[in-house]
C-alpha cells in the first residue's frame, strides 16, 4: 500500500448487520493490521446477518461474533469519529449520516453504490448469490481503492 493510504478506516451502512460487517472483515483479511478497521451503522437494531457471515466464511473471513453497533454507540464506546482518515458509505443513510456527523472535522467520507442483498431471492441459494454479489462488489471497492493485499 501506498503512503498516501489511510491509517484508519470507518464502514458504514444502515444497520451495520450485512455490508460494512463484510467490508470490515474483508479490510481485515486482505490488510491485516496496517490500516486501523471499524464499522457501523445508522442504527443497530439488528444482529449480524447470517447469509453474510456464510458467504464471508467462503472466503475465510469469520464474521460470527461480530456485534453490531451504531455511530452513536460506537462514540460512546470511545471510537471517536475525528479519529478516522476515512469514512466509507455502502448506502445512501450511512453517507447521509456520516457527512452530518463529519461536518466538523477534516475528513474524507467516500460513497460507494453496494447493493443491498437483504430481501432478494427465493430460497437459501438466490439469497446467497445476492450476497456473494454484495460481497463481490465490496471486494472489487477495496482492492480498487487499497492495492494488492499484503496480509499473508
Known amino acids: 500500500m501506498g503512503a498516501d493510504q489511510p491509517q484508519s478506516v470507518l464502514f458504514c451502512c444502515d444497520h451495520n448487520a450485512v ?7 474483508l479490510m481485515k483479511e486482505f490488510y491485516g493490521t496496517d490500516i486501523y478497521v471499524q464499522s457501523a451503522g ?3 437494531d439488528l444482529d449480524i446477518d447470517g447469509f453474510t457471515v456464510a458467504v464471508c466464511k467462503e472466503m475465510g473471513v469469520e464474521l460470527s461474533r461480530h456485534r453490531t453497533r ?3 454507540e460506537m462514540q460512546e464506546w470511545g471510537d471517536d469519529l475525528s479519529g478516522f482518515d ?3 458509505a455502502l448506502s445512501p443513510a450511512s453517507q447521509r449520516q456520516a457527512l452530518e456527523l463529519t ?3 477534516h475528513l474524507d467520507v467516500e460513497y460507494w453504490p453496494i447493493l443491498d442483498p437483504t430481501g432478494l431471492g427465493e430460497g437459501r441459494e438466490e439469497k446467497l448469490n445476492s450476497y456473494r454479489m454484495a460481497r ?3 471486494k472489487e471497492r477495496i482492492l480498487g481503492r487499497f492495492g494488492a493485499p499484503t496480509a499473508s
Open 19 to 25: 455490508r460494512s460487517p463484510m467490508a470490515e472483515g
Open 42 to 44: 445508522v442504527k443497530n
Open 70 to 72: 451504531s455511530f452513536e
Open 86 to 88: 476515512l469514512i466509507v
Open 103 to 105: 461536518r466538523v472535522y
Open 136 to 138: 463481490e462488489q465490496i
